[in-house]
């Protein structure tokens, strides 16, 4: 079955870094663009940034432009965030998604992978 | 950024109740309006997409309606497996997609 499986958080002090992966099976990988969304404590969902399918195009939310980079393998189905300059205001689940098969009707996410909590503080 | 506006924030309801939840949006969207499901500590699941289609899995009690600015979430016949957290999100701004803030529904 369809699964996404994220690694990679932990505790951070401000100003650090830290890498996210999300491992993917159950489907071709290479056919479907990516997102990471996160949501911070107690509060909603933010979309973070989005991949294509081939790696070509990449898009980031403003709240992390220039401090994120997304990227893919899909020789090793992982799709990964390199989070830089980190803040607290970062604190947050990071969760990967897929592009539902919704034939193109609308940009919607489904599977979610079960989120990995990055927490930002000194 | 389109703004997404949810009502209620949260709503206590009984097992068996219909019930409604609804989104604004600060802009016309037409009908690029998903909705997501998410039980406390697990990731949101795709319920609706595209303002009235239903996700393959999700029970028919599940429905969506609106276009434009305004769109509804109802749940026909409360199950104990409904209470839940419900958000909408929007896909009409290419790479700007943006979510309400979330409607918590609670058993009375």
């Known amino acids: 079955q369809v699964q996404l499986v994220e690694s990679g958080g932990g505790l951070v002090k401000p100003g650090g870094s830290l890498r996210l992966s999300c491992a993917a099976s159950g489907f071709t990988f290479s056919d479907y663009y990516m997102s990471w969304i996160r949501q911070a404590p107690g509060k909603g969902l933010e979309w973070v940034s989005y991949?294509?399918?081939?790696?070509?195009?990449?898009y980031y939310a403003d709240s992390v432009k220039g401090r994120f980079t997304i990227s893919r393998d899909n020789a090793k189905n992982s799709l990964y965030l390199q989070m830089n300059s980190l803040r607290a205001e970062d604190t947050a689940v990071y969760y990967c998604?897929?592009?539902?098969?919704?034939?193109?009707?609308?940009?919607?996410?489904?599977?979610w992978g079960q989120g990995t909590l990055v927490t930002v503080s000194s | 950024d389109i703004q997404m506006t949810q009502s209620p924030s949260s709503l206590s309801a009984s097992v068996g109740d219909r019930v409604t939840i609804t989104c604004r949006a600060s802009?016309?969207?037409?009908?690029?309006l998903n909705w997501y499901q998410q039980k406390p500590g697990k990731a949101p699941k795709l319920l609706i997409y595209a303002a009235s289609s239903l996700q393959s899995g999700v029970p028919s009690r599940f429905s969506g309606s609106g276009s434009g600015t305004d769109f509804t979430l109802t749940i026909s016949s409360l199950q104990p497996e409904d209470f839940a957290t419900y958000y909408c999100?929007?896909?009409?701004?290419?790479?700007?997609?943006?979510f309400g803030q979330g409607t918590k529904l609670e058993i009375k």
């Open positions: 991949i294509s399918s081939s790696g070509s195009t990449i």
């Open positions: 802009q016309s969207i037409s009908s690029y």
């Open positions: 999100q929007q896909s009409y701004s290419t790479l700007r997609y943006t």
């Open positions: 998604a897929r592009e539902a098969d919704l034939g193109g009707v609308i940009v919607a996410f489904d599977p």
